[in-house]
T-cell receptor, first 111, second 114 residues
């Protein structure tokens, strides 16, 4: 079982719709959760981090964390063509500086 | 100028050759990492370094070695390249408390081993 699993996609959504991305993790001591965005041919960049159960909103992005279910999600509201990218879920432990990444979900926003 | 730079950006080599990928950063971070990215597998950690004297193996270190020449420089070597080392390689630095850090990635090196 992979430590971090994501739906591989691709996920295609119309412009203006909500894109919903899911991520599950296997290590119960994981404490911190991150979403990185990677445009084709580019390097990953951090867009969201979440440490506590519940929702965290930043602009059009909302991260949701449920530690009991070992589940973290990312919602992209009012999706734009510029949101077309691969989204990587990453987790680490409280006392650790290493991240474990999922394989990523590719999102395509069609105009 | 980019904060994390990698050279070369693209490299084609032959099986059995020794090659070095270089990473430099101007962010002043102590922690540096090397990852490889393969389609469908995501980013996998090869080596990481918390300072010049602290170097650690990641999950896929076999066939690789590293050198931390200075706080700002972290090099990855393939001692004898093989075709399954064909991948996209990223260097990263990080800052922040354990468990709450942000990682900053370089632009990547695309390596093809023939």
């Amino acid at each position: 079982q992979k430590e971090v699993e994501q739906n591989s996609g691709p996920l295609s959504v119309p412009e203006g719709a909500i894109a919903s991305l899911n991520c599950t993790y296997s290590d119960r001591v994981s404490q911190s959760f991150f979403w990185y965005r990677q445009y084709s041919g580019k390097s990953p960049e951090l867009i969201m981090s979440i440490y506590s159960n519940g929702d965290k909103e930043d602009g059009r992005f909302t991260a949701q964390l449920n530690k009991a279910s070992q589940y973290v999600s990312l919602l992209i509201r009012d999706s734009q063509p510029s949101d077309s990218a691969t989204y990587l879920c990453a987790v680490n432990r409280r006392d650790d500086y290493k991240l474990s990444f999922g394989a990523g979900t590719t999102v395509t926003v069609r105009a | 100028d980019a904060d994390v730079t990698q050279t070369p950006r693209n490299r084609i080599t032959k099986t059995g050759k020794r090659i070095m990928l270089e990473c430099s950063q101007t962010k002043g971070h102590d922690r540096m990492y090397w990852y490889r990215q393969d389609p469908g597998l995501g980013l996998r950690l090869i080596y990481y370094s918390f300072d010049v004297k602290d170097i650690n193996k990641g999950e896929i270190s076999d066939g690789y070695s590293v050198s931390r020449q200075a706080q700002a420089k972290f090099s990855l070597s393939l001692e004898s390249a093989i075709p399954n080392q064909t991948a996209l390689y990223f260097c990263a630095t990080s800052e922040g408390l354990a468990g709450q850090e942000t990682q900053y990635f370089g632009p990547g090196t695309r390596l093809l081993v023939l």
